[in-house]
């Protein structure tokens, strides 16, 4: 059987780490709570992802990752956890925003790519700190715009100086 999660099977195997973690097992009425689906929707996605061998579970009994599980489920968290703080920290998007946004991006992000976020996090973080100048500026560009330039400007401005780019490049 193929381990390859879809993104709600994903989703189901955090939602089992999140509630493992704050009561040592979960149960399906709490991963229906957590994820504000049907209890049939649930009891397939379970199912699934026992076949994969990533959660114990028997119908109406209690749920537990497997170690491979946990790792996988550590991993998705930890994915979630960079990619919302990278919006919440560095982009200024408020939590409520970023939650949701990083519940879309966590899917497709790459591994590089999220290596990125967190390496650009921590170097903020440790050379730029939140009462620095540079994330200061950063926001008070996002809010008011550069010199008084809209995010439109910026635009047109980016994809001028790319055209000016591709164009020197030939």
Same mark, same amino acid.
């Given at each position: 059987?193929?381990k390859?999660?879809t ?7 955090r939602?089992?780490?999140g ?6 097992v979960?149960?399906?009425?709490d ?23 990533l959660?114990n579970?028997?119908?109406y ?5 497997t170690?491979?599980?946990?790792a996988k489920?550590?991993q998705l968290a930890?994915?979630?956890?960079i990619?919302n703080?990278?919006l ?5 998007l ?8 990083a519940?879309?991006?966590e899917h497709v992000v790459d591994?590089e ?5 967190l ?10 700190p939140?009462g620095?100048? @540079? =994330?200061?500026?950063? *926001?008070?560009f996002?809010? +008011?715009?550069?010199?008084g330039r /809209?995010?439109?400007? @910026? =635009?047109?401005?980016y *994809?001028?100086?790319?055209? +000016?780019?591709?164009?020197?490049? /030939?």
């Open positions: 059987m193929t390859e999660l993104a709600t099977l994903e989703d189901y195997l939602a089992v780490y509630i493992e973690r704050e009561q040592r979960a149960r399906p009425r991963i229906v709570r957590a994820q504000h689906v049907a209890a049939s929707t649930v009891t397939a996605a379970l199912q699934s992802l026992a076949e994969k061998g959660i579970y028997e119908p009994g209690l749920i537990t990752l170690d491979e599980g946990r489920a550590q930890d994915r979630h956890l990619i703080d990278f919440q920290k560095i982009l200024g408020e939590p409520d925003r970023a939650e949701s946004t519940c879309g991006m591994g790519a999220l290596q990125r976020f390496c650009f996090v921590a170097f903020m973080e440790r050379h730029c939140a620095s100048k @540079c =994330l200061k500026d950063f *926001r008070h996002i809010k +008011e715009g550069a010199n /809209t995010c439109q400007e @910026c =635009l047109d401005a *994809r001028k100086a790319r055209a +000016e780019d591709t164009a020197g490049q /030939t």
